[in-house]
């Protein structure tokens, strides 16, 4: 298979950026997108990077070689079954990798879908925002048990994305919990958890504020959905994580500095194991 | 008074980073330290921002204009009996206020005694990571109960700092529960709720990740003591902090995607306060 014909669902910031990146990076690809949003199917079609911005999957044709589904996990398991008929191949990239593959499985008998998740996004939402340069350097995640053709993999790499493997979706989505849905609840709750009003804190912040805050200002829509989709990794990161901070404040409580310490080395012990891994990348 | 003396007490990454500032941007100053470890007083010696370095508070003259703590909250403590001899003016920049506060007013009488806190700090603890940029645009907070004379609010713009006050010392260690020591602890319990290897976790972890978990690397000694010295308001920031992942959980056990929505949006009402601070500063 050479892949010329792509259509992404989707035009949003991922979608977005995908057509960017792929019409000035492998011009030889015809790249169409499939919006419903009228406003995003307007901006989508101001980037120059789509032959054709469709305004429904019926009114497109059906012979495309690759179908990306740039959506929320929830749309995208919906959208499938219609999807099937128009790409030979069913790429997603969602943040949420069980109910897809359960979805890919059953209505494109498996050997079709491509199960996958690129690690980019931004706090502004819609083809508005997207970069070609989006996916530079980041991972884009896929599953050994569901491998893409050469070319899948070929058209990632030239998005200047890192192609990252994990062994399967329950593997892929507990990763998540850890690497990012609990890292955005961390967040989240640092946030709330403040007693004084932002505008007078924002006057004594210094980048630590900032930089642990910033995911409060994501897409919420986003964040319900793939929390939602990933809710019972995430329950159990969220007993975890109110397990450490009981732990921190029990330690306060007793004025027990040795176990403060014990515990401020071992999160720096475990940091420093994520750093020595990002460094040999 | 005109400052021309200046001492500083401890030569770490605070101390250093004044001294270097202060003797390229204020050389009409002179401008010593005191350091007690033996491989922190060489680096500093090799900065060459400083006239001397002494070993001892003994061995310094006791005619300086101004002195600064820069020391552990627990060390400016012990210090400031002996230091009020050495220095018409005696400032520190602790990151918890009322101890010092506390301290100052028993010893100096309290007018002599300016308590002062930059928000600056880096991972890389000591002289060797001192900076002459280290407080340009940053965050330096005065209490209105301790306002410092002219020279020394001059002092600290030359720096690059930028001047901020609060009512009290109290006000100072609220504010930064919220702005700096739960953020610190947040980032830790991020850290510390993982379930998976952080080697696994680097491979696919995003920015996301790495902003909200970067605390984690920093020097353990200094936490210690600030969060002992503020633990009273820790506590009660790690009890607020609790209150809102529990209620994340409680709202995903429940599959309540409009609850979830409901936290989402009021952590990102509170985030958008900050920014639309931050901007008008």
């Given amino acids: 298979m050479a892949l010329k014909r792509v259509l992404i669902v989707g035009a949003g910031l991922i979608g977005g950026s995908m057509g960017l990146a792929l019409s000035r990076r492998m011009p030889h690809l015809d790249v169409d997108a499939m919006e419903v949003n009228a406003a995003y199917r307007e901006q989508a079609a101001q980037l120059g990077a789509f032959r054709r911005v469709w305004h429904a999957l019926d009114s497109a ?13 929830d749309a995208a398991v919906h959208l499938l079954p219609r999807v099937r008929g128009k790409a030979t191949w069913v790429m997603d990239v969602c943040s949420v990798k069980r109910p897809i593959v359960e979805a890919m499985d059953r209505v494109l008998a498996g050997s079709r879908g491509v199960p996958s998740h690129p690690m980019a996004g931004k706090a502004q939402p819609g083809p508005i925002g997207a970069e070609e340069s989006l996916f530079e350097g980041r991972p884009w995640i896929f599953l050994d048990t569901h ?10 790499r030239s998005l200047g994305a890192r192609v990252v493997w994990v062994p399967d979706a329950d593997h892929h989505d507990r990763l998540m919990a850890d ?15 403040a007693e004084m009003d932002h505008s007078a804190i924002a006057e004594v912040a210094g980048p630590a504020f900032w930089d642990v805050t910033r995911l409060a200002s994501s897409p919420s829509e ?3 959905q793939t929390l939602s989709a990933n809710r019972d990794h995430v329950i159990a990161w969220l007993r975890r994580f109110e397990s ?22 071992e999160a720096k012990r475990r940091r420093a194991r994520a750093d020595a891994a990002r460094n040999t990348n």
């Fill in 147 to 156: 491998r893409p053709p050469a070319e899948i993999e070929e058209l990632v």
């Fill in 61 to 73: 044709p059906s012979d495309y070689d690759l179908a990306v589904l740039a959506v929320p996990v």
């Fill in 222 to 224: 986003f964040w319900v």
């Fill in 179 to 193: 690497a990012s849905h609990g890292i955005h609840l961390a967040s989240q709750c640092a946030v709330l958890a």
């Fill in 244 to 265: 450490a901070a009981r732990a921190f404040r029990a330690a306060l409580e007793q004025n027990d500095a040795a176990e403060v310490r014990i515990l401020l080395e």
